[in-house]
T-cell receptor, first 111, second 113 residues
Framework: KAGVTQTPRYLIKTRGQQVTLSCSPI?????VSWYQQTPGQGLQFLFE???????NKGNFPGRFSGRQFSNSRSEMNVSTLELGDSALYLC??????????FGPGTRLTVL | TQLLEQSPQFLSIQEGENLTVYCNSS?????LQWYRQEPGEGPVLLVT?????EVKKLKRLTFQFGDARKDSSLHITAAQTGDTGLYLC?????????????FGKGTLLTVNP
């Protein structure tokens, strides 16, 4: 069974731009979560989607948004990028509140 | 908001040594998970502990859930270089925070040959 895939793996953007990250969950998993990982704050929950519905959202500004498609694939978008948005963005899929299977992440650098 | 505090933040030891890392909170959890993350990869689940006082073993790794289900520890016996990585504890929210997995900031372990 293929694991969680994320694209792109690396991204460099400048302040003020926007970015879209993509995540394909493990086949059969309907829950997709997104996390931001930085050295200072660690792994922080962004949002979770199940069957195209956002069920929970972390404490991030409205510039961070996401969506899930009918095939469970998910995208997250960050608008008006700031230097502090530089981070590793991780996507995870799972079934119920159990094990989260993580992708390798997208490393975003904002210059 | 539940907060998971991990200690120590950094740990550098020699191969063959034993070590323990801790995960503490003021909240009671129905379960707690431990993940390990290696450079360039996402975290991978090591274990889920559910019952207060529970002890689980995974080869040289021993996980314990506190009796009050507020804390947990991970003990590694005779550490190997392959144990190097970031160890994270995590817990699912409850009530309005269902479907949200909260992580501690992690313990970065380096095992030197």
């Amino acid at each position: 069974k293929a694991g969680v895939t994320q694209t792109p793996r690396y991204l460099i953007k400048t302040r003020g731009q926007q970015v879209t990250l993509s995540c394909s969950p493990i086949s059969g998993h309907r829950s997709v979560s997104w996390y931001q990982q930085t050295p200072g704050q660690g792994l922080q929950f962004l949002f979770e989607y199940f069957s195209e519905t956002q069920r929970n959202k972390g404490n991030f500004p409205g510039r961070f948004s996401g969506r899930q498609f009918s095939n469970s694939r998910s995208e997250m978008n960050v608008s008006t990028l700031e230097l502090g948005d530089s981070a590793l963005y991780l996507c995870a899929s799972g079934q119920q509140n159990n094990e989260q299977f993580f992708g390798p992440g997208t490393r975003l650098t904002v210059l | 908001t539940q907060l998971l505090e991990q200690s120590p933040q950094f740990l550098s030891i020699q191969e063959g040594e034993n070590l323990t890392v801790y995960c503490n909170s003021s909240s009671v959890f129905s379960s707690l998970q431990w993940y390990r993350q290696e450079p360039g990869e996402g975290p991978v689940l090591l274990v889920t502990v559910v019952t207060g006082g529970e002890v689980k073993k995974l080869k040289r790794l021993t996980f314990q859930f506190g009796d009050a289900r507020k804390d947990s520890s991970l003990h590694i016996t005779a550490a190997q270089t392959g144990d190097t990585g970031l160890y994270l504890c995590a817990a699912w929210g409850s009530g309005g925070s269902n479907y949200k997995l909260t992580f501690g900031k992690g313990t970065l372990l380096t095992v030197n040959p």
